[in-house]
């Protein structure tokens, strides 16, 4: 498998952790909770993907994909945080966690566009 396409899938993976997380954040009550632990689950699990492409990377492409585990990491404890909270702690921390995943989607979506940049330029030369 080429690293284009682990990215491309690490980035589909991004997309729909993001998409579970809109979905989740839309919910009230106990439903958002079980939403929450299953996206917390498939944040580990992006977040396990994208340190595994790092290495094979440019400079440029390893900087977003460690920028964007930052973010994933963020996005996992502030759902810990969210199902440990109620009232305006437990939205902030909704918010808080849907802003991380969209992050962490900016910034796969920048390692992908450094990797075709990088391939580009070198392809010209």
């Given amino acids: ?6 990215l491309d899938q690490v980035r589909a993976a991004a997309q729909a952790l993001h ?12 439903a958002i909770k079980a939403d929450l632990e299953a996206a917390e689950k498939k944040a580990k699990a992006v977040t396990e ?48 966690t849907l802003a991380d995943a969209r992050a962490s989607v900016q910034k796969v979506s920048e390692a992908v566009a450094a990797k075709r940049s990088a391939e580009s ?5």
């Avoid at 998409?19 to 106990?30: C, E, F, I, Q």
């Avoid at 990491?73 to 921390?93: I, N, P, R, T």
């Avoid at 330029?121 to 030369?125: F, I, N, Q």
């Fill in 49 to 96: 993907s994208v340190k595994a492409s790092i290495g094979a990377q440019n400079e440029a492409t390893k900087k977003h994909l460690k920028e964007a585990v930052t973010d994933l990491e963020a996005m996992q404890k502030h759902a810990a945080e969210a199902l440990k909270a109620s009232g305006q702690a437990f939205q902030a921390s909704i918010r808080q």
């Fill in 19 to 30: 998409g579970a997380m809109s979905d989740a954040a839309a919910k009230t009550g106990g």
């Fill in 121 to 125: 330029t070198k392809a010209r030369k």
């Fill in 1 to 6: 498998m080429s690293v284009n396409k682990d």
